[in-house]
């Protein structure tokens, strides 16, 4: 039955979640914006080690998908996806680009445990139960290709017992973590036969300091500075044949490249998350700072008379919140096993405008503070930005959004 | 936990309202906006639907069926996406019955409530708007006096519903100049008292066919056992709650009527060598539209929730209220955009949807839910 109450078990981890977020991130907030290629390995010791009570793929229990639901009057339902959600926008209500620094699978390990072979799983994914922090990245975009993901150029041959990758790789979320500095690895997409098109992309680990495998560039960001963004370049990079995701078959149709694809379907309600954890951030400020004067929010009043501040910080609870519920609507329909391409990508859509106009919004509204950098609003400005571009600009995601709605193709619609 | 799904019992009044107006309401709605009135047998086979009977307790020979303001939601969407007219026609004698479940006194509960379970609709309604620029539920200027032993009323009331036919009228008044919600109470008028004088059928944008009318009230004198709830008086702020809730609602239905037709004439349509909808500014104007929609019935259903726990909603019905209002306007203006030229004329139905959806913005006091 419809219904808007957090279990006691997410609603606990939002709980500790916050206590972290403002006792350990907000702290180091702005130190970490300023000294961009820095790590704060304090803060990264820390969350490993919490980390490690939670790893990607679930504790080997009963359900094993992870799921939390320890008290009797907990559903029995899996509360994963939406749980993550949760947790996501709590971290990022911290800070964004450290929640993304946080040692851990990531998207990476989210491509292994979604496509992977148990054997692959346990090779790959077992490692972040121990030892010192690990990242695991994801590699796709390239300097030619972006959204147009089917376009990609870098290329893996088979030889032998062995893959060689050859390309160029930009815009990689820990990737100098991933593959340089840490016992982690990359998901790198490259295409096994570029005439086959869609079809021919398949996924590759690549294990950090596997030769040919060089972190050329760490970018230099407008935010989400303590998050390394990496450019990799692949020379001959050799790699065993069973790094391949999935089958090395290249099918006569992309049922193989769809089935990548759909990790964002999973991925792209927590970017939303996240986005939200910024702009609630920014919203909370606002609040507060309005609240310290003469200001009051009159909930009620006939509309044209409230003010034009009041107004302004209605339309940003309002439409913030609206973009949660799309993206908890989104994370629970995977909880339930249902397919959520369309959710996913209007929640996607909905939150990265939102937060981009909340955030920049606030800024406004603090006058002459916002715009000072003794005040975090205007990182979250600049974090919050980055939201509508990733995991899906918003273009596409609104491309994906009208395709499914008008039942197009991407030929009748491009 | 979290969750979006109703319930097999909603699911099954969802579609039976969503059969209604599909097959007997969507055919008449252009008509009847044409001609000012609907056709007494599609208000006859709605009443059928039992939407107001299933409030009434038991004991005053209704379903007795239990409140709850997500399935009230549902309905009231279902409902509009049929007609908006057509939804207020019908669910308009709720408007008195509701807060007499709620608030009544047990003398006006028995007065009352038997008269909806009888024989077709019974005509009752409530007044809360007036015709000012600053209206405001908040600072109404309807009053009531108190003094010899009862009530007196002046002021005015406008979009009345079913007043050209009501036979009873719950009039809501400040008994104090601006003192907020806690001040109105709710006065049952019946026609014909002296006072009262109710005025010729209203000309309004939209909602051609739907009844409305604006009351005079002038040294309106009613009886102390007139006060809804009588010496306990009502909860006003939450039955505006509930109105907005509902018309939150109503406005998810008329925009996805407008949205559905929109979508279906865009693919239809060809310009260019191919369909309208194969061109990134309409399809894109059509997946905002759509998440729009979805966007508003969440805030609403969640407020809903919340007003069904018994919890204070006043903050959520108002958001959830003002970007429904902002949203059914975007979409149907939208829609009309979507079919150009044909958008104008009076052939197609996304003038009329957008000309009932601009009033979602000024519409208080339909508390249908």
Redesign the interface.
């Known amino acids: 039955?419809?219904?808007?109450?957090?279990?006691s078990a997410v609603a606990r981890m939002r709980q500790i979640t916050h206590a972290v977020a403002e006792g350990m991130m907000r702290p180091i907030s702005r130190e970490f914006d300023e000294r961009e290629h820095e790590k704060p390995w304090d803060f990264i010791r820390t969350m490993w080690s919490v980390s490690k009570d939670n790893p990607v793929g679930g504790k080997r229990g009963k359900s094993g998908n992870g799921a939390a639901a320890e008290e009797a009057d907990?559903?029995v339902?899996n509360?994963r996806n939406?749980g993550m959600c949760v947790t996501v926008e709590e971290l990022s209500w911290g800070d964004a680009g450290l929640y993304l620094s946080i040692p851990n699978a990531g998207l990476g390990g989210a491509a292994v445990n979604a496509a992977g072979t148990p054997e692959q799983r346990q090779r790959f994914l077992d490692r972040f139960k121990e030892g010192d922090p690990k990242w695991a990245a994801m590699a796709i975009t390239e300097p030619g290709c972006g959204s147009d993901s089917a376009a990609i150029q870098t290329t893996a041959v088979r030889d032998g017992d062995s893959w060689i990758l050859n390309g160029e790789k930009i815009f990689c979320t820990s990737g100098l973590m991933a593959a340089q500095e840490s016992k982690g690895f990359v998901v790198v997409w490259a295409t096994v036969d570029k005439s086959a098109g869609r079809a021919g992309i398949k996924a590759f680990i690549v294990e950090a300091g596997t030769p040919g495998m060089k972190v050329t560039k760490v970018e230099k960001k407008l935010g989400i500075r303590a998050s390394d963004t990496a450019s990799l370049v692949f020379t001959d990079c050799r790699i065993p044949l069973t790094n391949i995701l999935g089958s090395a078959e290249v099918p006569k149709t992309s049922e193989g490249f769809k089935g990548v694809m759909a990790t964002f379907d999973a991925t792209r309600p927590l970017v939303a998350a996240s986005a939200i954890g910024v702009a609630r951030a920014a919203l909370d400020f606002v609040k507060d700072e309005l609240c310290k004067g003469e200001f009051s929010l009159r909930?009620?009043?006939?509309?044209?008379?409230l003010s034009a501040i009041e107004r302004d910080i209605?339309d940003m609870?309002?439409?913030l919140?609206?973009?949660r519920?799309?993206t908890?609507?989104a994370a629970?329909m995977l909880d339930e096993g249902q397919h959520n391409n369309l959710e996913a990508s209007?929640a996607k859509?909905?939150a990265g405008l939102v937060v981009t106009q909340v955030t920049q919004k606030a800024v406004e509204l603090l006058g002459p503070v916002g715009y000072s950098r003794n005040c975090l609003v205007e990182k979250w400005m600049r974090d919050a930005k980055i939201n509508d571009i990733f995991e899906g600009t918003q273009q596409i995601n609104?491309?994906v959004?009208?395709?499914r709605?008008?039942g197009?193709s991407r030929q009748?619609?491009p | 936990?979290?969750?979006?799904?109703?319930?097999e019992e909603?699911r099954m009044i969802r579609e039976s309202v969503a059969a209604y107006a599909r097959d007997a309401v969507r055919p008449r709605a252009r008509d009847a906006d044409e001609d000012g009135t609907i056709p007494g047998e599609v208000i006859d086979t709605g009443w059928e639907l039992g939407l107001v009977q299933s409030a009434i307790p038991e004991a005053y020979g209704g379903f007795g069926s239990q409140r709850s303001a997500?399935t009230g939601t549902l309905v009231a969407e279902e409902l509009a996406y049929g007609d908006l007219a057509v939804a207020l026609h019908l669910l308009a004698p709720r408007l008195l019955a509701q807060p007499v479940i709620d608030y009544g006194s047990a003398r006006q509960k028995e007065r009352y409530l038997p008269r909806f379970t009888h024989n077709g609709l019974y005509p009752a309604t409530a007044a809360v708007m007036e015709p000012r620029i600053?209206?405001?539920?908040?600072?109404l200027t309807t009053v009531a006096r108190k003094g010899g032993g009862g009530w007196t009323l002046s002021g005015r009331k406008c979009l009345v519903p079913l007043g050209s036919r009501a036979e009873t009228f719950l009039v809501y008044a400040a008994t104090e100049r601006s003192s907020g919600?806690s001040a109105v109470e709710g006065f049952f008028v019946d026609r014909g008292t002296p006072g009262l004088s109710i005025g010729e059928r209203e000309r309004n944008m939209g909602l051609r066919a739907l009844d409305t009318v604006e009351l005079t009230l002038d040294g309106c004198q009613v009886p102390g056992e007139n006060r809804l709830g009588e010496e306990t008086g009502c909860d006003f702020?939450r039955i505006?709650d509930a109105s907005r809730l509902a018309l939150a609602g109503l406005a998810v239905g008329v925009a996805r009527s407008a949205y559905d037709y929109a979508?279906q004439y865009?693919?239809e349509r060809r310009a260019f060598g191919r369909a309208i909808?194969?061109n990134?500014a309409i399809?894109?104007m059509?997946?905002?539209m759509?998440?729009e929609i979805?966007?508003?019935r969440?805030?609403a259903?969640?407020a809903a929730?919340?007003f069904d726990q018994g919890e204070r909603v006043?903050?959520e019905s108002?958001?959830?209220k003002?970007?429904a209002a902002d949203m059914v306007l975007k979409v149907a203006d939208n829609a009309v955009q979507v079919l150009g030229g044909h958008g104008y004329i009076r052939d197609y139905p996304v003038e009329m949807w957008l000309r009932n959806a601009r009033g979602f913005?000024s519409f208080e006091g339909l508390a249908i839910v």
Request: proline share 3%; aromatic share 14%; no cysteine.
């Open positions: 039955m419809i219904e808007f109450k957090l279990s907990d559903p339902r509360e939406l909930y009620g009043v006939t509309p044209t008379k209605m609870e309002t439409q919140h609206a973009a519920l799309l908890w609507r629970t209007m859509a909905k609104m491309l959004v009208a395709r709605i008008l197009y009748e619609l | 936990m979290i969750d979006f799904t109703p319930t909603q997500i600053d209206f405001d539920l908040a600072g919600y702020e505006m979508r865009a693919k909808a194969q990134q399809a894109f059509l997946a905002e759509a998440i979805d966007a508003v969440l805030l259903w969640e929730w919340k006043l903050r108002y958001l959830a003002r970007y913005a």
